[in-house]
């Protein structure tokens, strides 16, 4: 279904445990190999970004939140079925 995830994250506002759970829900739901995963620290305060094969699904910045585990999810079947 998904090839890759990548997730940025705010280093200083210490998002690192939101950005490894909410990969593991992504990887134990998907199948993922650990190599198709990137978690990509960032010092732009306020950053988690969510990208599935290539495509940002989810922003905080954009949102002004961080992402609820089922949302992301949900994101993912709606936008990648293939």
Same mark, same amino acid.
């Not at 210490?14 to 978690?39: C, S, T």
């Not at 922003?59 to 936008?79: A, Q, T, V, Y």
């Given at each position: 279904?998904? /090839? @890759?995830?990548?997730?940025?994250?705010? +280093?200083?506002?210490?998002?690192? #445990?939101? =950005? #490894?759970? !909410? =990969? =593991? %829900?992504?990887? $134990?739901?998907?199948?993922? $190999?650990?190599? *198709?995963?990137? !978690?990509?620290?960032?010092? *732009?305060?306020? @950053? &988690?970004? +969510?990208?599935?094969?290539?495509? %940002?699904?989810?922003? #905080?910045? /954009?949102?002004?939140?961080?992402?609820?585990?089922?949302?992301?999810?949900? !994101?993912? &079947? !709606?936008?990648? #079925?293939?």
């Amino acid at each position: 279904m998904i /090839k @890759t995830l990548s997730i940025e994250y705010c +280093v200083p506002c210490q998002f690192e #445990k939101n =950005a #490894k759970d !909410l =990969a =593991a %829900l992504i990887q $134990a739901q998907f199948g993922l $190999a650990d190599e *198709k995963i990137e !978690l990509i620290p960032s010092n *732009k305060i306020g @950053t &988690f970004e +969510v990208i599935i094969d290539g495509e %940002l699904i989810y922003s #905080k910045n /954009k949102s002004g939140r961080l992402p609820h585990p089922d949302e992301i999810i949900d !994101l993912i &079947f !709606l936008n990648h #079925k293939g």
